[in-house]
């Protein structure tokens, strides 16, 4: 089928191709192309008018040049006039320039959009095809302006051909990425979601693009589509491989419409009904089957199609992050990936492994993978792949195995490419903090990773190990006589410099006992260093030297000497000479209890997100570490037992105390700020609560006992006295929920000023979201008024808000405060699983810090239906057969947050004798269970 | 998929497509350091890597690379199936197709493409469909033309 002879062979265009061919340097091609432009300018110009064919080639040939890298300045109004052409060809030429080169000339774009508007109307399917590739091909904001009304309704036209059809939803698509205010919503999406049950194949793959783009924005207009969209995966994954005809690629039935909706489900939670849900999880289930079978060609298209239906399945599984089961076959799966011949799946697998690495449920299965991840990284050829496998070891890293990933990491940043190594750095610098049990193991490694990879070692990583060093008390000596060892080494890096004066200003007193490291030589060793530093290093010397002056009196004279030398007084440096002048004169004047005051040790820094975390975020966008973020944050609430503002190191840098500033970390990011801003700001309370505060009242008598009624049901009165009467009814999904508050006005006078004010604790805050509208200050008598409370739920949280309300009632002034109760367990979201599953799980969360239990007294008559009623009110699954013996009760659910999903195991084991309860809790997280414990505990 | 380029071992761009919006000085910038980076790996490797915030999706067919932007989301595996499936359709329209008909013939190389994508997704994976629709398109041409010898024919080698 000689392809030439069947097109329009432009006989002129290939002689001109092949003479630039044939072109033997640079000089001679311009000289071609410029006699060339000649050329057709002067045909354009000339008075002869041109016929269709000419005028086509020499746009051609103008297109040619452009494509070559030339710039091309006439030709366009030539273009514009093929667009009008009846002409087929000549027309598509016409297109073709304009989408390539089309330029804003205002009075060019009101012609061209004449042209489409003209194909458009034509009702030839053929050219509205040509005129909305063009509008996609251009997608200016101009076309949308022109066009973005019209396509839509060609789009879901009853009578429009296919192949217009599957124009017209990308080009919409298209145009909406550009500038989405001007496609407008209505009620053609309603029909855009039925095009997902087209006939022809081709329709529904351009559709689904259209639509996955469309929903992300508005959900709720297509959530349609999620059933739509099962029901047509379920039909093309249960297709034998040549039921699809043309659609089928290499034995793989559809595979790129199975992507995409694999891809359009990825915008939406799990589905809520039972039956679309049950039908995808089968679904799920069949790609997950056929990954095992035997292929049905050997041909890697196949493989490849089949697999990238299976990531995306993945993909879907990991999002929804609820199939425990799932994720465990997924990461399975990827396993085998890990050693599969191909790198291209080797890569695959380690990149999506890393997702599986934070769900709660596969964490563990990822975790057996190490040694496999640790030998890509020392054998794998492509540096691509091995920075995938960095990337999933810093997933995967927790505290069991963090010496060991964080030890393979050190080694290989020896060998490693120089493109990663700062990335490397920033990780290993993170982990080691993260997960360091024993301060000491962080020094070493910090001070390896100077050592190894010195240049690479960016400030914020010597800055925050110098602040965790100054927060930790323990380590301060071990850190002083390890940055006094290595500085010892005939060559060291700067940065080694830079940490070691600033530790031994501060804690070489530690060291100074032992004879090997005198106050004396401990001077001599930094200050052998001094002349081969940059200025910045030796400014830092030289605050460590004043502050050697107060630790060791001993050595002051020495240290007058060196800064009155004329190096050092006469340095050229104004910021070395001020120093030097400045402290000389501050050892000489001030008596030792000024110079202590002065140049006291360092206040410790308040504790706020690493600042290393934030550059890696930056480094590699948000996606990657928010994981690890959120982990840490916890950590740090772990520690010091909540956010303090840390008042103390405040003063330090509002204070002139010359060790702050003068030690260069004044103006450095890690440097401690103001404390963080305590409250307001989050739109959360529904008016001035500074000013209310002092006066809200204390928690009304009772409302304890109402509170803890609440934790298992989630409808009520929660509150009454002679006068008010407070009513609840709410609902919770996933990590989000809506209460409806009613406030009963029980007398027949009407409350004035009435008030009604939640208010989130500053811990509470940052964790749990409240939303709400301020309600009609006059209730009147025997009324009653609605308040509706949306709620989200951030990150775990132990709390619960209160709700306080002031009114008027006659003359006098009423005030009430309640618990509301809204607790961590309505988060729940119920998971049924076999005994075998939890039991495995069970035993995965072994570590003592996921386990708290409480053994109590029985407050209630011990019934087992009660019991029951009870764990299943409080939100978890109530798995029976699932305890050895049956009288116990075990549970299983996973806490929904926006940040993150908290899989939960409990049992309770009733003791009718001592009428005693155990109950015990597993979760990966101990703030987590250790709550979940105290409320559950209430219940019995 | 944000752009797709085609382009020789020599490193000369042999079809550019842009489906994200970009000044021409960009575009070249984007070219020069993409067609450095992709003929800097060796055979073996992998055929995905990391570039700025995109993924970069290519494949070699003889002379010419075939190279995809995608973003984060977007599946690398059916990507490299997008180009076998466009070389397909190449060598289907063209009979065995080579780097001399795409040079020759660019324009009919940007008409497939743009049946077989738009705005950056797929738009019809039907073989049968795409070249219909091309095709359709020879058909409606006119006769009077002088034709060309079986250029590629002779060029070719």
Known sequence: ?940 | MQFMLLFSRQGKLRLQKWYVPLSDKEKKKITRELVQTVLARKPKMCSFLEWRDLKIVYKRYASLYFCCAIEDQDNELITLEIIHRYVELLDKYFGSVCELDIIFNFEKAYFILDEFLLGGEVQETSKKNVLKAIEQADLLQEDSKPRSTRLHSCVKS
């Not at chain 1, 240049?455 to 190990?465: A, G, I, K, L």
């Not at chain 1, 979201?769 to 775990?796: F, H, M, R, W, Y």
């Open chain 1, 1 to 940: 089928m000689p392809a030439v002879s069947k097109g329009d062979g432009m006989r002129g265009l290939a002689v001109f191709i092949s003479d630039i061919r044939n072109c033997k340097s640079k000089e001679a091609e311009i000289k071609r192309i410029n006699k060339e432009l000649a050329n057709i300018r002067s045909k354009f110009k000339g008075d002869k008018a041109l016929d269709g064919y000419s005028k086509k080639k020499y746009v051609c040939k103008l297109l040619f040049i452009f494509l070559l890298g030339h710039d091309i300045d006439f030709g366009h109004m030539e273009a514009v006039n093929l667009l009008s052409s009846n002409k087929y060809t000549e027309k598509q030429i016409g297109y073709l320039f304009i989408s390539v080169l089309v330029n804003s000339n205002s009075e060019l774009i009101r012609l061209i959009n004449n042209a489409i508007k003209n194909d458009l109307a034509s009702r030839n399917p053929t050219f509205m095809c040509l005129a909305l590739h063009c509008i996609a091909n251009v997608g200016s904001r101009e076309m949308g302006e022109a066009f973005a009304a019209d396509i839509p309704r060609i789009l879901v036209a009853g009578d429009s051909m296919d192949s217009v059809k599957q124009s017209a939803a990308l080009c919409l698509l298209r145009l909406y990425k550009a500038s989405p205010d001007l496609v407008p919503m209505g009620e053609w999406t309603a029909r855009v979601v039925h095009l997902l049950n087209d006939q022809h194949m081709g329709v529904v793959t351009a559709a689904v693009s259209l639509i996955t783009c469309l929903c992300k924005k508005n959900p709720d207009d297509f959530k349609t589509c999620v059933s739509l969209a099962v029901s047509r995966l379920s039909r093309i994954v249960s297709s034998a491989s040549t039921d699809l005809q043309d659609y089928t690629y290499y034995f793989v039935p559809a595979p790129w419409l199975s992507v995409k909706l694999l891809r359009l489900l990825q915008c939406y939670p799990p589905p809520e009904d039972a039956a679309v849900k049950g039908r995808l999880v089968e679904c799920l289930e069949t790609v997950l089957n056929k990954a095992q079978e035997p292929p049905k060609s050997k041909k890697v298209q196949h493989s490849n199609a089949k697999n990238a239906i299976l990531f995306e399945t993945i993909s879907l599984i990991i999002h929804y992050d609820s199939e425990p089961n799932l994720l465990v076959r997924a990461c399975n799966q990827l396993g085998q990936f890990l050693q599969h011949r191909e790198t291209n799946l080797r890569y695959l697998a380690l990149e999506s492994m890393c997702t599986l690495a934070s769900s709660e449920f596969s964490h563990e299965a990822v975790k057996t993978h190490i040694e496999t991840v640790i030998n890509a990284l020392k054998t794998e050829r492509d540096v691509s792949v091995r920075q995938r496998a960095v990337d999933l070891l810093y997933a995967m890293c927790d505290r069991s195995n963090a010496p060991q990933i964080v030890a393979e990491m050190l080694s290989y940043l020896e060998t490693a490419d120089y493109s990663i190594r700062e990335e490397i750095v920033l990780k290993v610098a993170i982990l080691a903090e993260k997960y360091a049990v024993d301060y000491t193991w962080y020094v070493d490694t910090i001070l390896n990773l100077i050592r190894i990879a010195g240049d690479y070692v960016s400030e914020e990583v010597w800055y925050r190990v110098i602040q965790i060093v100054i927060n930790r008390d323990d380590v301060q000596g071990y850190a002083a006589k390890t940055v006094f060892e290595a500085l010892q080494a005939p060559a060291c890096h700067e940065n080694l410099v830079k940490v070691g004066g600033y530790i031994l200003g501060e804690f070489g007193n530690l060291i100074a006992g032992d004879p090997r490291s005198s106050p004396l030589i401990q001077f001599h060793l930094l200050h052998s260093k001094f002349h081969l530093c940059s200025v910045p290093t030796r400014a830092l010397l030289l605050s460590t030297y004043i502050k050697f002056v107060n630790l060791f009196p001993e050595v002051k004279p020495t240290i007058q000497d060196v800064l009155r030398s004329d190096s050092q007084l006469r340095n050229a440096d104004v910021e070395l000479q001020q120093r030097a002048v400045e402290y000389l004169r501050l050892s000489t004047v001030a008596s030792t209890d000024i110079l202590a005051t002065v140049l006291e040790e360092m206040p410790p820094f308040p504790e706020r997100e690493s600042s290393i975390l934030a550059k890696l975020k930056k480094k590699k966008g948000p996606g990657t570490v928010t994981d690890l973020e959120d982990t840490k944050r916890d950590r740090s609430v772990d520690v010091n037992g909540g956010p303090e503002p840390a008042p103390a190191s405040t003063s330090a840098v509002s204070t002139p105390s010359p060790s702050a500033d003068l030690l260069g970390l004044g103006a450095a990011p890690t440097a401690p700020a103001g404390p963080p801003p305590s409250s307001g700001g989050s739109g959360l309370l529904v008016d001035v609560f500074s000013d209310s505060a002092s006066v809200v009242a204390p928690l009304a008598p009772g409302s304890e006992d109402n509170f803890a009624r609440f934790v298992c049901k989630n409808n009520g009165v929660l509150f009454e006295n002679q006068l008010l009467q407070i009513g609840l009814k709410s609902e919770f999904r996933q990590n989000l929920g809506r209460m409806f508050i009613f406030y009963g006005n029980k007398t027949s006078t009407q409350f004035l000023n009435f008030t009604p004010t939640l208010i989130c604790s500053d811990d509470l805050q940052p964790n749990l979201n409240l939303q709400t509208k301020p309600v009609d200050p006059t209730v009147e008598g025997g009324a009653q008024v609605q308040q509706v409370v949306n709620i989200e739920c951030v990150s775990d949280f132990t709390e619960a808000p209160v709700l306080n309300i002031q009114f008027r009632y006659g003359g006098t002034f009423q005030n009430v405060s309640v618990q509301l109760p809204i607790t961590l367990n309505k988060f729940f979201q119920p998971t049924e699983m076999a005994s075998q599953d939890f039991f495995q799980r069970w035993k995965q969360l072994s570590n003592p810090q996921q386990e708290v239990q409480n053994i109590f007294k029985a407050k209630h008559p011990m019934d087992t239906e009660v019991t029951k009623a009870k764990i299943i009110g409080f939100g978890s699954a109530l798995l029976e057969e699932v305890d050895p013996n049956p009288a116990n009760f075990v549970g299983a659910g996973i806490i929904h947050t926006k940040t993150t999903q908290i899989g939960c195991l409990l049992r309770l084991e009733p003791n009718l004798q001592a009428q005693m309860y155990r109950l015990t809790l597993r979760t990966s997280k101990e703030a987590v269970s250790q709550r979940l414990c105290e409320l559950l505990s209430a219940q019995f």
